[in-house]
């Protein structure tokens, strides 16, 4: 076993998962076309955190010229109300997008903008959990809450806010959409150590950010079960596939990939939003969400980046983790165990 809990063979297969991705995600998604057409979404209302840059951004920018109401719910609210400025003079002065600010790294800072939205008793049509961090090679950090940064921006505060905004996501139809990574096949989480403070061969960075995509995936699959047949509201997680964004931010400046345009094997933000933009939008994706309630599947819909879905098989050793991954996250974040039933039966 290694600091990341998984065993050599695991590796290898999560090796070559990834590199086979990466070589060939642009022939899977060949049946797709660059941008995604969407249907037309006057009267939706769409919450996209990280909205600022890269797949966020490109998703948002085309949730509105779809017709949505689109709230940027970003940590740098000068850079969105520059972008609002931007799309208005450029694509159209009638666009519905409004900032608000949001930073992950504070949980403060979420339930702040909860109270702020919940405030409106509005309905919530589509949150995207879009807003991430991926500091490889970096050292390992703690926000002010005490968590590492990765589970605290990718995982926790995102899980925070999608339990705060469930008054409004019950209030219609709704979807959550997470944007999560193939790279959760190298995560392992131990709801023991959620804050990855007790590895004994130390942090990794990859295995941070492995590690809270996985718990995402756990997260949302306890969610929906909580929320089966008694709600219309479908939870779901989306690899974009490999994207050229600046997430690649903390590596050596020759290996990043904060270029707008797309290469030969990976996708420009415009390609990378299409399966994030599918989950939000089409009947399929919750056509395939009501097949797998329907047959009690135990892990929440999955989609990869040609925005087929994706099969993930888990053992029952992982499905209990996976409700203590579950339990822990309240606890972490501050709500009791039965949230969900005083929402369900107010
Ligand atoms: N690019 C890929 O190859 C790839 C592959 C798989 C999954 N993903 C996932 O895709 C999602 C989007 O990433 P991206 O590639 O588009 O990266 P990106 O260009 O770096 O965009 C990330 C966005 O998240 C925001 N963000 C970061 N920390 C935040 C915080 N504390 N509070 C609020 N917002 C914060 C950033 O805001 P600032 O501008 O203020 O930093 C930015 O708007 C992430 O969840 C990532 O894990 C990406």
């Given amino acids: 076993m290694s600091n990341s809990g998984l065993n050599w063979l695991e590796w290898i297969s999560a090796i070559f998962h990834i590199a086979s991705e990466a070589l060939f995600q642009r022939f899977f998604a060949r049946h797709l076309p660059k941008r995604m057409v969407l249907p037309q979404l006057a009267g939706l209302t769409c919450i996209v955190t990280g909205a600022t840059s890269g797949i966020g951004l490109e998703t948002a920018k085309q949730l509105a010229e ?71 090679l970096a050292p390992q950090k703690f926000s002010e809450d005490g968590y590492e940064e990765h589970m605290q921006v990718n995982y926790l505060a995102p ?109 420009n933000p415009l390609e990378g939003a299409r399966s994030v933009l599918f989950c939000a939008t089409a009947q399929q994706a919750l056509e395939h969400a009501n097949k797998l309630r329907s047959e009690g599947w135990p892990l929440c819909p999955l989609f990869s980046s040609d925005c087929k879905p994706r099969i993930k098989h888990i053992q029952d050793q992982e499905l209990s983790k996976a409700s203590k991954v579950w339990d822990r996250t309240l606890e972490l974040v501050g709500l009791s165990n039965d949230v969900i039933e005083k929402l369900l039966n107010p």
């Avoid at 940590?75 to 931007?86: F, G, H, M």
């Avoid at 159209?92 to 790294?105: F, G, W």
């Avoid at 949302?220 to 479908?234: A, P």
């Fill in 66 to 136: 779809a017709g949505a109401h689109v709230v940027l719910a970003c940590r740098n609210t000068a850079a969105a109300e520059a972008l609002v400025e931007e799309w208005h003079e450029n694509i159209d002065a009638s666009l519905k997008v409004e900032v608000m600010q949001l930073n992950l790294l504070s949980l403060s800072s979420v339930r702040s903008f909860c109270t702020a939205w919940e405030s409106r008793n509005a309905p919530l049509h589509v949150l995207i959990n879009n807003a991430g961090i991926c500091s490889l």
């Fill in 159 to 267: 899980a925070l806010l999608t339990l705060l905004l469930l008054p409004s996501l019950l209030r219609c139809a709704s979807r959550i959409v997470n944007v999560n990574s193939d790279a959760e096949c190298f995560g392992a989480v131990d709801p023991d150590d959620l804050n990855l403070t007790s590895t004994s061969s130390g942090y990794s960075s990859l295995i941070a950010y492995a590690g809270s995509k996985l718990a995402q995936i756990y997260f949302t699959s306890i969610l929906n079960s909580h929320l089966q047949y008694r709600s219309g509201v479908h939870a779901m997680c989306v690899n974009p596939g490999i994207v050229t964004t600046n997430v690649t931010r903390t590596l050596p400046k020759l290996v990043q990939t904060s270029h707008r345009h797309s290469t030969l094997f990976f996708f």
